[in-house]
Structures are given as structure tokens and as C-alpha cells.
């Protein structure tokens, strides 16, 4: 088992923690997580984009003039893409974008970005994250304690102090353990871990 200090709110280690080979400790494959990297970023595109067809369009079946005579070009429908106001060639209808990946696939791509989180020494861990009251200020003296940016950080319960004093922070997320995926791990540099978060998170697997 990989051992990780654990730290507290001053920087300072105060145990060790024992991290799972099983999933702190395997083979990264970059094309794992591009799969599933892929799969939830188009899961969020929401595919309404619509165009109508001459056949939505509303409007006179009528022939707008004679066949012949009039010289103008044969024209039999007031609702043809060629006018103002007809429909769309080709164009956009609404569909899913949704990319389907294997259940197995996608608990070995989380794996996969733990590993990666400790093969690259960037996962740290905290013995506790408690804050007094919604203050990004107290939040920010932390963080500088751990001498950590562009963090995510993993609490194993709602913690609203925690959640809103994050907000105003652009490159720090707060998440429970339960929303812990591929994309924000890797999104993010560094992985804080609240010391008890880790068996929430080996216990998912």
C-alpha cells in the first residue's frame, strides 16, 4: 500500500494514510481516459439545436404561378429552402450526443486517474476541513498552508462552509465523494483528500 501524509489546516503532518494499490496504484492508460473524458464532456451538450424542414414550415400549398409563360423559374411551393422564409437544407435536428462506456471501463478510469494523481505526487491529504463560517479568506489560508492552487477538494459529507467559501475561487472545486470523477481529477492539478473521504472512495469500488 502507497503511504501519503496526512496534514493539517497549518500544513503540518500529523499521520500517515494508507492508500489502496488496487486503486492508488495501477497502470495509467491515457486512452481509457479519453473514453470517458469524452463521454462526459458530450453528455453535458444538451443536442436541441433545431432547424425546420420544408415540411415544418408553415405556409400555402398553393402553386405560386403558372408553369409556363411567366418567365420565371418553375416554382411550385411557397415553403422551398431557395426562399425567405422556407425551410432549412441540412440542417440541424435534435439528437443525443451521448457516448455509451462500460460500467467496468469507467470505475478502471477512475482508478486510472487516482493512480495518476499519485504517481505525479499531487494528491495530498487532510485530517480535517472544518470551517468556522462561510469566509473564502479562511479558506485561502489554508490552501496557502498546504502551499496548493488549482485544487479539488474531496469531503466524504455536505459541508456548506466548505462548498460556499470555495465559490468565489476560480480554480479550487469542492465535491463529496460520491461526485468524484475522471474529468475533475484530471481537470484539476492537485487532489485534496479529506482523511475520511478515502474509504467513502475505496468503498465504491
Known sequence: MAAVDVLNSAGEKVSEAQLSDDIFSIPVKTSVLHQVVRSQLVAKRSG?????????????TRKLFRQKGTGNARAGSIKSPLR???GVIFGPHQRSYEIKVPKKVKKLALKMALSSK?????IYVIDDFKLDAVKTKNLVNVLNALNLND???VSDAQDDNLALSSRNI???????????????ILKFKNLLLVESSIQNIEGRF
Open 48 to 60: 436541441t439545436a433545431a432547424s425546420k424542414t420544408r415540411g415544418m414550415v408553415k405556409g400555402s
Open 84 to 86: 425567405k422564409g422556407g
Open 118 to 122: 499519485v504517481e505525479d505526487k499531487t
Open 151 to 153: 485544487t479539488l477538494i
Open 170 to 184: 476560480s480554480d479550487v472545486k469542492v465535491i463529496k465523494s460520491e461526485g468524484l470523477n475522471v474529468y475533475d
